[in-house]
């Protein structure tokens, strides 16, 4: 994970000191504005897209980006985050790659929108400090000083984090705790559209992560223990809301609150079944009656 970060962090900062950043912050401004977010913001939701969370966190440390900024930007990240890699997989369960990919996309820009009418409004100032950052250069020498202390903290935080969750994890697997939550969350899934045979891959896909836990969403398929429409079901709403643990605390590391970033996503997981299980029916219905 640090491969990639390091040396993305360190493209951005070539940009940032080249005068290119400006230019693509400007290019990019009017559509980020309407979200509330500067130009620049798009490499980082571009970063998230194609790579992965950590990589766009260390793109947001070197932009210097700040407040609610940093908080619209982490919701559509934490949506549309490693998209070639994650849609791929979920492909490997019966759901469209195409359709996985737009509809995150989708619910991104959404989500920002909702949180840029909810969050207290000090979007201008957020976004005029930071294209300020990227204006005013101190220097190469001097930022790159600045961004070897920055990136070299970030990638210790990164390290004990991870270390940590992966403590975590294994904590609750060894003691049950996954498969007692996967029985307690059965019914309460069933009101977000989830179906109730798919609660602990839920459980899996929110504390392994979507990619770690493809593999075991797979399996259930090909054995038989979750059927493939459910398992597009499921995919719906994990694409979206997926990670709650260790993709959340990367971002609270940083200064997000952790209840701006779970709760909308949940939300607009549970829209997002809702409306694929009601146009399923509608062409159900149809289908019957032709």
Known sequence: MLSITVPVSFAVLLLKVSGGLAVMAQFFKPVFSLLGLPGEAAIVFATACFLNIYS???????????GRTVTI???????????PVESAVQKKTGTSLMQMVCVRLFASFAGAMALNMLLPANAYQTATLAVDKVHVSAGFQAELTNWFIDISYLCGKIMIIVTLLMIL???????GVTKLLSRTLKY???????PHQAAFLWVVANTLGLAYGAGIIVDHVNRGRLSRAHAVILNYHIAISHSLLEDTFLFVAIGVSAGWITIPRIILAAIIVWLKRFIDWIYAYKALHN
């Open 169 to 175: 994890q294994r904590i609750l697997e060894e003691f």
């Open 56 to 66: 766009c966190i260390a793109v947001i440390e070197t932009l210097g980006l700040t």
């Open 73 to 83: 930007l982490a919701l559509m990240c934490l949506i549309s985050h490693n998209l």
């Open 188 to 194: 309460p899934l069933m009101l977000l559209g989830v």
